[in-house]
């Protein structure tokens, strides 16, 4: 069969118990007792599916998760938790897993999951965000405007793709610190309006734009472009440029 899966496990005895399980099956099998060895691998080779265990030490499941989504890495990944709760499952689904397993689990489950899996094959990468003349494609962490690389930090980046994914809407600063913080900062916090000076800075003003729009008292928002006139007048066309 040829096919090669990461299990991510802290606990020696059911990794061995997995491994071996796994390696009657066909399948080849590398082991990481912690989330930082997971990643490097997961990072470094193209598996087949991965199992995930969510409580790991250092970096948790969840994040490793998140972090290879992050990387384009799309390999099936199948989370192993201990615990039944509705927030483990949205939290593993959010980060990007494919399935979930609560513990204690049957073998026999473990591997149709693993099959059915590997049958659907890997899961699209996220389609690219158009706005305009400004794209973002979260697979490939990349943003350009006017067919321009634009060079953005992991928190603009989060930033701009809630604006881009809600053109036309109008963002509190809450639900901004919400998303793209993760927590609540300190009440009274400029942060939002910090990095909404970062992005204009690198993508309004360089292109003559004015397109995140401050909402007196409420938050902001990206314009949604104009269906006819999706270059601005005082703007150079881009095949002028060229």
């Not at 930033?159 to 901004?176: A, Y």
């Not at 998303?179 to 990095?195: E, P």
């Not at 993508?203 to 401050?214: A, K, S, V």
Request: net charge negative.
């Amino acid at each position: 069969m040829g096919m090669r899966v990461l299990v991510v496990e802290d606990e020696t005895r059911m990794a061995a118990l997995l491994k071996r399980g796994l390696e009657e099956e066909g399948y080849a099998v590398d082991i990481a007792a912690d989330g930082t060895e997971g990643l490097w691998l997961g990072s470094e080779h193209d598996y087949a599916a991965i199992l995930l265990d969510a409580m790991l030490p250092g970096i948790d499941g969840f994040e490793v998760c998140a972090r290879l989504r992050a990387q384009g890495k799309w390999a099936p990944v199948v989370m192993l938790t201990a615990r039944d709760s509705i927030e483990d499952r949205v939290r593993g689904l959010d980060a990007g897993a494919d399935d979930y397993l609560i513990k204690p689990f049957a073998f026999a489950e473990l591997l149709a999951r693993v099959r059915a899996l590997l049958r659907r094959g890997n899961p699209e990468r996220p389609s690219v965000l158009t706005v305009g003349d400004l794209q973002l494609d979260p697979a490939a962490h990349r943003v350009t405007r006017a067919g321009v690389d634009v060079e953005l930090t992991a928190k603009e980046f989060a930033l701009l793709e809630l604006l881009m994914r809600h053109v036309g809407q109008v963002l509190t600063r809450d639900r901004i610190l919400e998303h793209v913080w993760d927590f609540a900062y300190v009440a009274g916090s400029n942060v939002v309006d910090q990095y909404v000076g970062y992005l204009r800075r690198k993508l309004d003003r360089p292109f003559g734009r004015e397109d995140i729009e401050t909402v007196r008292g409420t938050g902001y928002r990206l314009r949604a472009p104009a269906q006819d006139h999706p270059v601005p007048t005082h703007a150079t066309p881009v095949s002028e440029l060229s």
